[in-house]
C-alpha cells in the first residue's frame, strides 16, 4: 500500500466560513499516483469541520445560519472560564464533524453526482491546517 501526505492552509476573511477544497483534495490524489484507494480528509483544529455537501449558495448560507441557531455565539460557555471565548466554535466544530473519508476508483474521487468536500471554518481569521492523507495502491 501507498501512502500520500498533504497540509492544506487557510487563514479565512471572516471568523464562520465555508470553503469548498474538493479541488484541492483532487490535486492531492493526482499527485499520489493512487488509482484505487481512499483519501482521509481531517481538519486538525477543534474549532474547524469537514464535511460533504451540495456547493450550492442557498444550503451554504443555512448551513452558517443553522450552525448560529444550534451553536450561538454567547460570552456565557463554561469553556470561557479559561479565558478562551470561542465555546461557540467547538460546537460548531462537532455539528459538522472534523473529518471524512472519501473513496477513490481509477485515479478519481468516487462521489455521487452532487457531492463536494468542504472546510467549515468557526473561529477563523488565523491560520489553521488540514491533513490530506491519501491511502491505498
Ligand atoms: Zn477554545
Known sequence: MKTHTEYLYFTTKNKREIINITGQVEEAVTKSGIKDGMALVSAMHITASIFIN???SGI???FLEWAERLAPFNPNYNHHR???SN???HMKSILFNHEV???I???QLD???WQQVFYGEWDGQRKKR???KVMGE
Open 82 to 84: 479559561t479565558g478562551e
Open 130 to 132: 488540514v491533513i490530506v
Open 111 to 113: 462521489f455521487g453526482p
Open 60 to 62: 451554504k448560507q443555512d
Open 105 to 107: 476508483t481509477k485515479g
Open 54 to 56: 451540495d456547493e450550492e
Open 87 to 89: 465555546g461557540d466554535a
Open 101 to 103: 473519508v472519501v473513496p
